[in-house]
């Protein structure tokens, strides 16, 4: 499925211009939203026994843009940062750190099924985004 992609591109953040990007950069919680958005996506997409959660991520991607909104980030700035490609690779970085720091690795998709299967089972962000089949 390609909804957790479409709800990345529509929530990842990432400017590429001026004082917006910095600002929407150190909007730590936001970018942390943004990092459980990208776990989950490549979890899904790495776990044939995983999926997502369309309406749960959607409505979580939402709410990370209206915090950026509510803070007084205009929907260019955010499209803007949606699609800066040094910031996508950024996100990718960290994503995958995290994938390390809990023994998985983007390479591995049965780690990513063992990872996966941990957050649902924990309740975490990350697993709340996804479900098993």
């Known amino acids: 499925m390609k909804w957790?992609?479409?709800i990345v591109l529509s929530a990842v953040i990432v400017v590429s211009a001026g004082s917006a990007q910095a600002g929407l950069e150190e909007e730590q919680d936001i970018n942390q939203g943004l990092l459980v958005i990208a776990a989950a996506?490549?979890?899904r997409r790495a776990c044939d026994s995983?999926?997502?959660?369309?309406?749960?991520?959607?409505s979580y991607a939402n709410a990370l843009k209206d915090a950026a909104s509510d803070r007084g980030y205009s929907?260019?700035?955010?499209?803007?940062?949606?699609?800066?490609?040094?910031?996508k690779a950024k996100m990718r970085e960290r994503r995958n750190a995290y994938f390390k720091s809990k023994g998985a690795s983007n390479l591995d998709a049965q780690s990513l099924c063992v990872l996966g299967q941990?957050?649902?089972?924990g309740g975490t962000?990350?697993?709340?985004l996804l479900r098993t089949k």
């Open 118 to 121: 941990q957050e649902i089972a």
């Open 50 to 58: 995983i999926s997502g959660r369309l309406f749960k991520a959607r």
């Open 4 to 6: 957790v992609s479409s």
């Open 125 to 128: 962000q990350i697993g709340q």
């Open 75 to 87: 929907d260019d700035e955010i499209d803007s940062y949606i699609n800066d490609k040094a910031e």
């Open 41 to 43: 996506d490549k979890i």
